[in-house]
């Protein structure tokens, strides 16, 4: 339980409070390294046999090739595939039945757009001049930051049916579950929202359009994009059959942006859930408390209201006890005639 993990603040528990959160970060600090080198072993181990297979046949296909082709001679095959691949990286598809539609056109600078606001980068199509390349450094830094913006902007206002969603539920099954039940349930339906719009859909109507592509790796795609790790190894509209590739790539170009919303408003409501968020373990104050976990560990029932949740303070909570006063004594007058000062309430908090 991760509120065990937080010491209760007092005068005498900071300076051990303060020792645990910098064991806890080498801990983290270690486990991160751990896992990067873990990845690697990994990857090397299942990836290395297909490129050294691949690389088997490449070099076998090309011997061949230059057995059948005498008069050619290695040096040319070499500027030749050179030239080809240098093409192939920068977007240029050497192949006779490609379409001939521009790297550059609006649908395709658009999407291009989109990688670099988005910080998505597939680096399959680059900027190639110098202007080009100075005038990307110089979006970039003014379109990152508007984009950040922009998706925090409506990410706020989505959590508006949120917060109304999580309110039904705490009035509908309040009574029944405990605060933390009911906010595992309402991110389980906010997930399961987000993954069939943006994840399942789009992975049928890729894998549908991209003759290449199979439904991993459609998949593979969306996740890899919407995740914003943009390898470049899958790009939707690059194949030698796509018809209309500049809106195409128009309509992915929306699909990523409504896309990097939804998991931007997954991972906020996520992270809203204190047991749910272990960056508090890292991040604590020096007492060891943060108002999250306190207004959690009281199992505070959350609201719904005009301006989002709403969760009521502790002083609003407690009921306070009236008390009538009355004088006492044999000569002392009836309570309805005592003055209005005596015969006052009195609340004791």
């Known amino acids: 339980m991760l509120l065990g993990a937080f010491p209760m603040g007092n005068k005498t528990g900071a300076a051990p409070t303060n020792k645990n959160g910098k064991c806890r970060f080498l801990i983290l600090c270690g486990g991160y390294i751990l896992f990067l080198i873990l990845g690697a072993?990994?990857?090397?181990a299942i990836e290395a046999p297909k490129i050294d297979d691949i690389s088997k046949r490449v070099e076998t296909f090309r011997n061949q090739f230059l057995q059948n082709h005498a008069c050619?001679?290695?040096?040319?095959?070499?500027d030749f595939l050179h030239a080809i691949i240098t093409a192939n990286d920068r977007g240029i598809s050497p192949l006779r039945n490609a379409s001939n539609e521009m790297n550059w056109s609006f649908g395709q600078a658009l999407f291009f757009s989109s990688t670099v606001v988005t910080t998505i980068g597939y680096g399959r199509v680059t900027p190639l001049s110098q202007t080009g390349k100075?005038?990307?450094?110089?979006?970039a830094t003014i379109g990152i930051p508007l984009t950040l913006l922009l998706?925090?902007?409506m990410v706020e206002r989505l959590l508006m049916p949120a917060n109304w969603l999580l309110g039904t539920l705490n009035s509908k099954l309040g009574h029944l579950y405990q605060p933390f039940n009911i906010r595992l349930l309402h991110l389980s339906i906010v997930?399961?929202?987000?993954?069939?719009?943006?994840f399942a859909i789009p992975t049928a109507i890729f894998a549908y359009l991209e003759p290449a592509w199979g439904t991993l790796d459609a998949f593979y795609y969306c996740f890899i994009s919407l995740t914003t790790i943009g390898l470049g190894d899958y790009i939707p509209g690059e194949g030698v059959s796509i018809e209309h590739r500049?809106?195409?790539?128009m309509f992915i170009t929306g699909y990523l942006i409504c896309g990097l919303i939804a998991m931007?408003?997954?991972l906020t409501i996520f992270y809203d859930i204190p047991q749910l968020n272990l960056g508090q373990l890292f991040t604590e104050s020096v007492n060891g408390e943060t108002e999250k976990l306190r207004l959690s560990s009281n199992n505070t029932t959350c609201y719904s209201g005009p301006s989002g949740l709403y969760m009521p303070q502790r002083d609003e909570d407690t009921r306070r006890a009236v008390v009538r006063i009355r004088p006492h004594g044999d000569d002392s007058p009836s309570p309805d005639e005592a003055p209005s000062s005596l015969n006052s309430d009195m609340r004791i908090p």
């Not at 072993?41 to 090397?44: E, G, K, L, P, V």
């Not at 100075?134 to 979006?139: A, G």
């Not at 500049?246 to 790539?249: G, L, N, P, R, V």
């Open 264 to 266: 931007m408003f997954v």
């Open 191 to 198: 997930v399961a929202i987000v993954a069939a719009i943006f």
């Open 134 to 139: 100075i005038f990307c450094i110089i979006y």
């Open 151 to 153: 998706l925090s902007a």
């Open 246 to 249: 500049s809106i195409y790539k």
């Open 41 to 44: 072993a990994m990857f090397s």
């Open 72 to 78: 050619l001679k290695d040096e040319d095959l070499e």
